[in-house]
């Protein structure tokens, strides 16, 4: 009982994608829809959404420490510098996707991030300019009510790829807006809604 004299509930409600294994479940509880400002995390989750396309998340997820010994804990300058010769090599590697053209994104990634900090200050003051630097606060009931895409993450895209990223379709940059907090699309009913609301 609460202090009211009322039931606790004995489950959290969350957003449903998060029953698919113990790892997902922690993902959403912990970083899922928390607004993220740090420049290397930032461009840890462009890449990995690039990994994702044609597969799921929980696919990547469980690849997600691979990937960072793979590519230096995703640190922009080392990855940049990568020769032809080491990304080859990874493609060995049965602990990431190995798909060729998504390897030698993460090193034009790399580049084309580190020409954004130049001009900009920061991948973070760049990218949530897009959302005016503040979150947008959805307010979905049904995971059929999220979309896919949204106008501002066809301009991300857009000008993602002008830029040289690749592997940055409208539907990828929703997915990054959304794992990075840009975007609050917990369903109002999952315990996870209010907590991310409060962050900025």
């Known amino acids: 009982m609460d202090v009211n004299g009322d039931p606790v509930p004995t489950t959290r409600i969350r957003c449903s994608w998060a029953a698919d294994g113990e790892l997902m479940q922690a993902y959403h509880d912990s970083e899922w829809g928390v607004p993220l400002h740090d420049d290397q995390l930032l461009f ?4 990995l959404e690039g990994a994702q396309a044609g597969l799921s998340w929980r696919t990547v997820l469980h690849k997600r420490d691979h990937y960072r010994r793979a590519f230096h804990d995703f640190d922009m300058a080392r990855v940049a510098a990568m020769k032809d010769r080491e ?3 990874l493609l060995l590697d049965p602990g990431l996707i190995r798909n060729r053209l998504k390897i030698s994104s993460v090193r034009d990634n790399a580049k084309a991030a580190l020409e954004l900090v130049r001009e900009h200050g920061s991948l973070d003051t760049y ?5 005016d630097g503040k979150p947008v606060r959805n307010t979905w009931h049904s995971r059929s009510d999220v979309p896919a895409t949204t106008p501002a993450s066809d301009r991300m895209s857009k000008a993602l790829k002008r830029r040289g990223f690749r592997f940055v379709g409208s539907t990828i940059c929703y997915a990054f807006m959304q794992a990075t ?8 009913e999952c315990f996870r809604h209010k907590a991310c609301a409060s962050k900025r």
């Open 127 to 131: 990218l949530w300019s897009f959302v």
């Open 181 to 188: 907090g840009m975007v609050n699309d917990h369903l109002v």
């Open 44 to 47: 840890e989750f462009l890449c």
């Open 87 to 89: 990304l080859e090599k």
